[in-house]
């Protein structure tokens, strides 16, 4: 539902999906993991290599998050994959990426 200036009221029930969406991909590692598992599964220890300073603990919160989520699954040989909602959401960033890309090199091409 629009105001008659046209712009939405604040939490408009509309938006519950994006802000969850919104407040999902806000916490810190998840954009992280779903990038280092885009490519295919990964088990814990590989994941944890990959991602830096993220500690042990904190990057077990954040995979039985995305798991209670649906973006990941973990498999019976221990190894975590996207599911199919995990894909579609990589899919959807692509345009993220590839704007981040073009951002990285306005700043240091100025004649972009």
Same mark, same amino acid.
């Given at each position: 539902?629009? &105001?008659?200036? +046209?712009? %939405? #009221? /604040?939490?408009?029930?509309?938006?519950? #999906?994006?802000?969850?969406?919104? $407040?999902?991909?806000?916490?810190?590692? =998840? *954009?992280?993991?779903?990038? $280092?598992?885009? /490519?295919?599964?990964? +088990?814990?220890? @590989?994941? !944890? !290599?990959?991602?830096?300073?993220? &500690? &042990?603990?904190?990057? &077990?919160?954040?995979?039985?998050?995305?798991?209670?989520?649906?973006?990941?699954? %973990?498999?019976?040989? %221990?190894?975590?994959?996207?599911? =199919?909602?995990? =894909? @579609? *959401? +990589?899919?959807?960033?692509?345009?993220?990426?590839?704007?981040?890309? !073009?951002?990285? %090199?306005?700043?240091?091409?100025p004649n972009d």
């Amino acid at each position: 539902m629009r &105001s008659a200036s +046209g712009a %939405k #009221p /604040p939490n408009d029930s509309a938006d519950a #999906p994006v802000l969850a969406a919104m $407040e999902l991909l806000g916490q810190r590692w =998840t *954009l992280r993991v779903l990038w $280092e598992l885009a /490519p295919g599964q990964l +088990g814990f220890l @590989e994941l !944890r !290599r990959r991602m830096d300073n993220c &500690s &042990s603990s904190m990057l &077990s919160v954040r995979l039985q998050h995305l798991q209670g989520v649906g973006l990941i699954v %973990k498999n019976a040989d %221990k190894s975590y994959e996207l599911t =199919t909602a995990g =894909t @579609e *959401l +990589g899919a959807a960033m692509q345009d993220v990426w590839d704007w981040s890309r !073009r951002w990285e %090199k306005s700043l240091t091409d100025p004649n972009d």
